[in-house]
Nanobody, 126 residues
Framework: HVRLVESGGGSVQAGGSLRLSCAAS????????AGWFRQAPGQEREAVAS????????RYVDSVKGRFTISRDIDKSTIYLQMNNLKSGDTAMYYC???????????????????WGQGTQVTVSS
């Protein structure tokens, strides 16, 4: 299993930026596919972005393309989500997840991810 701890959330005004981090540890903490997901109150959890174990392959949902960037530092076992030009619709709890049966392109389905962090809140005010 992979233990994941998110950080970097906060409150920003629309148009602002935040960088989320997800620190991984545990026996399977290398080579896994990682995903960022978000869930707003009363809504289902939705995908944001995913990245392969090598960091070469990435995927984004259409709503964040051109604004968000997923990356990973393999040496630090950390996955990042750089979020620019934030909108009020980006307000949600953001979760990092690990998928040890990694595939290319990396999955955007939450059902493929086994290990989850506790989440970090992002609030964007207009």
């Amino acid at each position: 299993h992979v233990r994941l701890v998110e950080s970097g959330g906060g409150s920003v005004q629309a148009g602002g930026s935040l960088r989320l981090s997800c620190a991984a540890s545990g026996d399977d903490s290398t080579g896994f596919c990682a995903g960022w997901f978000r869930q707003a109150p009363g809504q289902e959890r939705e995908a944001v972005a995913s990245i392969s174990g090598s960091g070469i392959h990435v995927r984004y949902v259409d709503s964040v393309k051109g604004r968000f960037t997923i990356s990973r530092d393999i040496d630090k076992s950390t996955i990042y989500l750089q979020m620019n030009n934030l909108k009020s619709g980006d307000t949600a709890m953001y979760y990092c997840a690990a998928h040890t049966m990694c595939q290319v392109p990396p999955s955007l389905s939450p059902f493929d991810y086994r290990d989850w962090g506790q989440g970090t809140q992002v609030t964007v005010s207009s």
